[in-house]
């Protein structure tokens, strides 16, 4: 449906048309779920291109299309490329939508995450406070939105060591995955992993500091 709407979209008002370009990054986020990956970059590209020709590079629509593209190129592998379309994209928003927009959270916080894989502790860190911070403010402690910001930075945290922290942030967010309203069971479980993991590190941590006391 999405591809025949956009035919018939180009051949009605044009490759240029605003209503053709939005059709046209559907279509690549269509292509995308049907893991398309490939033909979705190309399409992804293409929108991106017709957005900054009708509104120029800085408008929303470039940020938003550019925030898709690069989940495609996480996808397909090429993070020095996503991570480079996250950063532009986060500029765009930041300045168009503002610091707090939910398009802009989200953003962020997928350029944190995918700065987390790539080992980037140091870059992710900010990005992941800031995120959890503003959608405690817009949404509370219990919403299940913000439990999933704790299970992100908890997870960080874990890989630096911080365990305490991290452990208080992944028990927060488990109990919010196991209650009724989130039903959240497998999220919930993956929290109880990080928190296994914290627990047998910092035991490991204290028997070594034990055995070099005895030194």
Do not use: W
């Not at 997928?110 to 894989?117: D, V």
């Not at 790539?118 to 949404?139: F, M």
């Amino acid at each position: 449906y999405t591809e025949r709407a956009l035919r018939l979209s180009q051949q009605k008002y044009g490759k240029r048309a605003d209503r053709t370009i939005k059709l046209l990054n559907n279509f690549g986020m269509r292509q995308r779920d049907l893991g398309r990956l490939s033909a979705s970059e190309a399409t992804m590209r293409e929108a991106i291109a017709g957005y900054s020709q009708i509104y120029g590079s800085d408008h929303q629509q470039v940020g938003s299309s550019l925030q898709n593209l690069a989940l495609v190129l996480t996808e397909r592998g090429k993070y020095d490329e996503a991570i480079t379309s996250y950063r532009r994209a986060l500029e765009i928003l930041d300045a168009k939508l503002g610091p707090t927009h939910v398009t802009t959270l989200v953003t962020r916080g997928n350029l944190g995450r995918l700065y987390t894989e790539r080992g980037n502790t140091a870059a992710a860190l900010p990005l992941l406070r800031s995120v959890l911070e503003e959608k405690q403010k817009k949404l509370g402690d219990t919403h299940p939105t913000v439990a999933t910001s704790r299970q992100n930075l908890g997870a960080l945290l874990l890989d630096m060591q911080k365990y305490d922290e991290s452990s208080s942030l992944l028990s927060q967010a488990k109990d919010v995955f196991r209650t009724e309203e989130s039903n959240r069971l497998g999220d919930a479980a993956l929290c109880q992993s990080y928190l296994g993991i914290a627990s047998a590190e910092q035991k490991k941590l204290a028997d070594s500091l034990d055995q070099f006391g005895q030194a």
